[in-house]
């Protein structure tokens, strides 16, 4: 079917629909039509065409804005930007044609494209002129968008802060301040008040009758993937994606296939994971590349998949442009530096530790410090920093990064074998605990290595260690942990382990201390930190 027989015989003409919910039903339809049909740019000329032609009021010209931004929001970047820029080609009147460039430069925002910063400021000039509301809302995404494709998840929630997705003037466009400014909860580790952000959004598109955004989908998924609620994550994202619905975009069954793959490989899961990646394998170009970042950083942990040197460069090309895709899974940062220095990609390793460090510069919080120094010691193969990187994920709620921090630190070469033991051993556990045996299994193995690693004799020379220093690494924590007024029970919940193996661990730190009660305890730990100070 043509487009001009289509648009003919779905959208009657002004004399026959008279009634303006009527017309923008059958806008609507036509516009969702011809975008199932794989003519995403017909259908945001068709409401780009309406647009123009308006003479039904503001909230008629409102309503058509939203249903085009939610469109283009559904549609590949490249899509999207051409359809809207040919759209810019029709006789808008000033407040649409400044929604418009916001709509334009918030995807160039989230895409890294090179004319995003003029695009903003167009766009800010068209609103100040003669914008309205829904400019004013597009043009604060866009900002917030610009803010979090450079790292700068602080300037993001700055500008978000701004938006009261409960105003009435802004239903419309709610879902996307909300999946925003829960994107923003997720880079800065907040996984609690991500959560509480998401069941509110939920719960208000229940009670409004909207249809359940899957971005909002997506981002529970991986905010569960964040926090180690593996099976949870993957339960979710296979009702999503099995739903069929037509409100989930390229970039939410890309995520969705992130979280799938994810959990499959930590359970073991290989060929399930494979099979689950397979459509983000394809080559694509930028900006539409961009869309399947996320997957790609899951693949690149299986070296069964092709060309993995080619796909690092392709992902480190894209994050350059911009690092949101690394912002709300904190382990894709250090995985991508893993699979360099085993691919023997020196470059791109440097590269993507340059780009966690500059976000922990410009997002100054434990969970970011934490990942550049995982990414520096990864590069560097230095135990301290790999040592400091676990201390850091220690204060997050971020239990997978944990693990495979402690099982980074665990493979370091440089480390005492004893110390690499306890590391592996507590990832291990871990990784049982968020119900990831694959990774388990990996832990185990490497603990096996060790145990059947030769110990190094001291030699005579060297003098026997004394007080703290005589302490193995788990010692060391429960030490720390207790004399902090911690009891026996929350050192072994926040350590992983069970009671029995803190109280052995403590009667192990009195002989070696030559102490006897938790006082004596509190007061070695204080000269210890006295002395290192």
Same mark, same amino acid.
């Given at each position: 079917?043509?487009?001009?027989?289509?648009?003919?015989?779905?959208?009657p003409a002004d004399d026959?629909?008279?009634?303006?919910?009527?017309?923008?039903?059958?806008?609507?339809?036509?516009?969702?039509?011809? !975008?199932?049909?794989?003519?995403?740019?017909?259908?945001?000329?068709?409401?780009?065409?309406?647009?123009?032609?308006?003479?039904?009021?503001?909230?008629?010209?409102?309503?058509?804005?939203?249903?085009?931004?939610?469109?283009?929001?559904?549609?590949? *970047?490249?899509?999207?930007?051409?359809?809207?820029?040919?759209?810019?080609?029709?006789?808008?009147?000033?407040?649409?044609?400044?929604?418009?460039?916001?709509?334009?430069?918030?995807?160039?925002?989230?895409?890294?494209?090179?004319?995003?910063?003029?695009?903003?400021?167009?766009?800010?000039?068209? $609103?100040?002129?003669?914008?309205?509301?829904?400019?004013?809302?597009?043009?604060?995404?866009?900002?917030?968008?610009?803010?979090?494709?450079?790292?700068?998840?602080?300037?993001?929630?700055?500008?978000?802060?701004?938006?009261?997705?409960?105003?009435?003037?802004?239903?419309?466009?709610?879902?996307?301040?909300?999946?925003?400014?829960?994107?923003?909860?997720? @880079?800065?580790?907040?996984?609690?008040?991500?959560?509480?952000?998401?069941?509110?959004?939920?719960?208000?598109?229940?009670?409004?009758?909207?249809?359940?955004?899957?971005?909002?989908?997506?981002?529970?998924?991986?905010?569960?993937?964040?926090?180690?609620?593996?099976?949870?994550?993957?339960?979710?994202?296979?009702?999503?994606?099995?739903?069929?619905?037509?409100?989930?975009?390229?970039?939410?069954?890309?995520?969705?296939?992130?979280?799938?793959?994810?959990?499959?490989?930590?359970?073991?899961?290989?060929?399930?994971?494979?099979?689950?990646? !397979?459509?983000?394998?394809?080559?694509?170009?930028w900006p539409d590349s961009?869309?399947?970042?996320?997957?790609?950083?899951?693949?690149?942990?299986?070296?069964?998949?092709?060309?993995?040197?080619?796909?690092?460069?392709?992902?480190?090309?894209?994050?350059?442009?911009?690092?949101?895709?690394?912002? *709300?899974?904190?382990?894709? @940062?250090?995985?991508?530096?893993?699979?360099?220095?085993?691919?023997?990609?020196?470059?791109?390793?440097?590269?993507?530790?340059?780009?966690?460090?500059?976000?922990?510069?410009?997002?100054?919080?434990?969970?970011?410090?934490?990942?550049?120094?995982?990414?520096?010691?990864?590069?560097?193969?230095?135990?301290?920093?790999?040592?400091?990187?676990?201390? @850091?994920?220690?204060?997050?709620?971020?239990? *997978?990064?944990?693990?495979?921090?402690?099982?980074?630190?665990?493979?370091?070469?440089?480390?005492?074998?004893a110390q690499a033991w306890?590391?592996? $051993?507590?990832?291990?556990?871990?990784?049982?605990?968020?119900?990831?045996?694959?990774?388990?299994?990996?832990?185990?193995?490497?603990?096996?290595?060790?145990?059947?690693? *030769?110990?190094?004799?001291?030699?005579?020379?060297?003098?026997?260690?004394?007080?703290?220093?005589?302490?193995?690494?788990?010692?060391?924590?429960?030490?720390?942990?207790?004399?902090?007024?911690?009891?026996?029970?929350?050192?072994?919940?926040?350590?992983?382990?069970?009671?029995?193996?803190?109280?052995?661990?403590?009667?192990?730190?009195?002989?070696?201390?030559?102490?006897?009660?938790?006082?004596?305890?509190?007061?070695?730990?204080?000269?210890?930190?006295?002395?290192?100070?």
């Amino acid at each position: 079917m043509s487009e001009s027989s289509f648009n003919a015989t779905a959208i009657p003409a002004d004399d026959i629909a008279t009634d303006t919910e009527q017309r923008q039903r059958w806008l609507f339809a036509a516009a969702d039509q011809l !975008r199932l049909a794989g003519r995403g740019e017909a259908a945001l000329r068709v409401l780009a065409v309406e647009i123009a032609a308006n003479g039904r009021g503001t909230r008629h010209r409102a309503l058509l804005l939203s249903r085009l931004a939610q469109i283009a929001a559904l549609e590949p *970047p490249s899509v999207a930007l051409a359809g809207l820029r040919e759209s810019l080609n029709q006789r808008l009147d000033a407040p649409s044609r400044a929604t418009l460039l916001a709509v334009i430069a918030t995807i160039a925002a989230r895409t890294g494209h090179p004319d995003a910063d003029a695009l903003l400021r167009d766009a800010g000039t068209a $609103h100040a002129t003669s914008g309205d509301r829904s400019s004013a809302r597009h043009l604060t995404l866009g900002r917030a968008a610009r803010a979090l494709s450079h790292g700068d998840l602080p300037g993001a929630h700055a500008v978000l802060t701004a938006l009261d997705p409960d105003a009435r003037a802004a239903r419309r466009d709610a879902t996307s301040v909300r999946t925003e400014a829960i994107l923003v909860q997720l @880079g800065l580790g907040r996984h609690q008040d991500a959560r509480t952000a998401t069941r509110q959004a939920f719960d208000d598109t229940t009670s409004t009758g909207t249809p359940l955004s899957g971005a909002l989908t997506a981002l529970d998924c991986l905010r569960m993937v964040a926090v180690g609620e593996l099976p949870e994550a993957a339960a979710l994202a296979a009702a999503r994606l099995g739903s069929d619905s037509v409100d989930i975009s390229q970039e939410t069954r890309a995520l969705l296939v992130t979280v799938l793959a994810e959990v499959h490989y930590r359970r073991g899961e290989h060929h399930a994971a494979r099979a689950a990646l !397979r459509a983000c394998l394809t080559r694509r170009r930028w900006p539409d590349s961009t869309v399947w970042t996320p997957a790609l950083c899951v693949a690149v942990r299986d070296p069964a998949l092709s060309e993995p040197v080619n796909l690092l460069g392709s992902i480190v090309a894209d994050l350059h442009r911009s690092v949101r895709s690394l912002l *709300p899974v904190p382990q894709f @940062g250090p995985r991508l530096v893993r699979a360099a220095v085993a691919a023997g990609d020196t470059q791109a390793a440097r590269r993507v530790t340059e780009l966690v460090a500059l976000v922990a510069t410009r997002t100054p919080v434990p969970l970011w410090q934490a990942l550049a120094d995982q990414t520096r010691g990864l590069l560097d193969r230095d135990p301290g920093a790999l040592r400091s990187a676990v201390d @850091g994920l220690r204060t997050t709620t971020a239990w *997978p990064a944990l693990a495979d921090a402690l099982l980074d630190l665990a493979n370091s070469p440089l480390l005492r074998p004893a110390q690499a033991w306890d590391a592996a $051993h507590e990832a291990a556990a871990l990784y049982a605990r968020i119900g990831a045996p694959g990774d388990q299994a990996t832990a185990d193995r490497r603990c096996a290595e060790l145990t059947a690693t *030769p110990r190094r004799r001291s030699s005579i020379d060297e003098p026997p260690r004394t007080g703290i220093e005589a302490l193995t690494p788990a010692e060391e924590r429960v030490a720390e942990m207790l004399a902090a007024g911690a009891t026996k029970k929350e050192a072994a919940g926040h350590l992983f382990v069970s009671f029995h193996t803190v109280d052995t661990q403590l009667r192990s730190i009195y002989h070696k201390l030559g102490i006897h009660n938790r006082m004596q305890l509190v007061r070695a730990w204080d000269r210890h930190k006295s002395m290192i100070s």
